[in-house]
Structures are given as structure tokens and as C-alpha cells.
């Protein structure tokens, strides 16, 4: 059975810097690109960031420059350095892993397999 399990999230003054970890079981992620998602209230679920399993990354341009995603294969946990953080990034945090062999958009939800059950971040004015 596989687990992602999300943690790091909570309440941040704006400005300020959060790290979120996803650890994974029951799935060797080193084979996986892998995602995180974010949902805020009242809106649809978006996409935030990926890593390939080349490490290539992508991000939207709402987070360029101030997101950092990570992988480390041999702790099977993936990770979002987020800086300069804004009201306006206040969602549930979701990790993703993808399809094996998919060859589409990183940014699409679709192409990924299994969710974590999400964790909150709060970015205070």
C-alpha cells in the first residue's frame, strides 16, 4: 500500500520561510516524478511544483524564485523550501506521485497516482 504522509505546514508571518517534507512508503519514489499541490479555500487545486526523477524541476510563475523543491532518493522524502512566503500562498499542501513512464505535463493532476492527505500552511499579514 502506498503512503505519502505530508508535515512542515502551519502558521507563517508573511515574508517569512516553511519547509514541507513528504515521506513516502510502499513506493520507491527514485522511480517517480513527484508533485506538490496546493488548494485554497473556495478555489480549485493547483499546481505548485515537480521533480523528475532527473531532477529536473518545474514550477508556475506564482512560486518561481521563492520555491525550492527537493528530492532525497535514499530517504524516499521529498521536499518544498518555501521563502518569501505570501498571504496569498495560505492553501492545503498536497504531495503527489506520478505515473510510472508518464511523458505529459508535470502540472497536470491527472498524471499523478497517489496524494498524501495534505497539510496546512497559513501566511499571516
Known amino acids: 500500500q502506498v503512503q505519502l504522509v505530508e508535515s512542515g505546514g502551519g502558521l507563517v508571518q508573511a515574508g517569512g520561510s516553511l519547509r514541507l517534507s513528504c515521506a513516502a512508503s510502499?513506493?520507491?519514489?527514485?522511480?517517480?516524478?513527484m508533485g506538490w499541490f496546493r488548494q485554497a479555500p473556495g478555489k480549485e487545486r493547483e499546481f505548485v511544483a515537480a521533480?523528475?526523477?532527473?531532477?529536473?524541476?518545474a514550477y508556475p510563475d506564482s512560486v518561481k524564485g521563492r520555491f525550492t523543491i527537493s528530492r532525497d532518493n535514499a530517504k524516499n522524502t521529498v521536499y518544498l523550501q518555501m521563502n518569501s512566503l505570501k498571504t496569498e500562498d495560505t492553501a492545503v499542501y498536497y504531495c503527489?506521485?506520478?505515473?510510472?513512464?508518464?511523458?505529459?505535463?508535470?502540472?497536470?493532476?491527472?498524471?499523478?497516482?497517489?496524494w498524501g492527505q495534505g497539510t496546512q500552511v497559513t501566511v499571516s499579514s
Open positions: 503527489a506521485a506520478r505515473y510510472y513512464g508518464r511523458s505529459g505535463s508535470l502540472s497536470d493532476q491527472l498524471q499523478y497516482a497517489y
Open positions: 510502499g513506493r520507491d519514489i527514485s522511480r517517480s516524478d
Open positions: 521533480i523528475t526523477t532527473g531532477a529536473h524541476t
